[in-house]
Nanobody
């Protein structure tokens, strides 16, 4: 069991930056694949970024790949999402997610149903 708590959201002007953090409680954080998703009203929750179990390499949604950076710190049980050059289209509730994996592979998991645990979500609003 793991509990996820997001922080760092807020209001920012277009072109600005925000850094989201997700703190995880529980054991064996290093065995979890971690991800960020986002959701706007009336739309499906969509994948933003994740890492993979084997080597920690990140994967991004195409629209954010050159603007967002995923990172994790296993010593602090945290993951981050550095968001630069923010656009109004990035306005959403951002969710941290965790998938339990005791053995590694080279897949990236990008679907909502792949993940076992979710944070409560945090609002990011980009004003144009």
């Amino acid at each position: 069991q793991v509990r996820l708590v997001e922080s760092g959201g807020g209001l920012v002007q277009a072109g600005g930056s925000l850094k989201l953090s997700c703190a995880a409680s529980g054991r064996a954080f290093e065995t979890y694949v971690m991800a960020w998703f986002r959701q706007t009203a009336g739309k499906e929750r969509e994948f933003v970024a994740c890492d993979r179990r084997s080597d920690g390499a990140p994967k991004y949604q195409d629209s954010v790949s050159w603007r967002f950076t995923f990172s994790r710190d296993n010593s602090k049980n945290t993951v981050h999402l550095q968001m630069n050059s923010l656009e109004s289209e990035d306005t959403a509730v951002y969710y941290c997610a965790a998938k339990s994996m005791y053995s590694g592979n080279f897949f990236w998991y990008t679907e909502v149903e792949d993940y076992d645990y979710w944070g409560q979500g945090i609002q990011v609003t980009v004003s144009s």
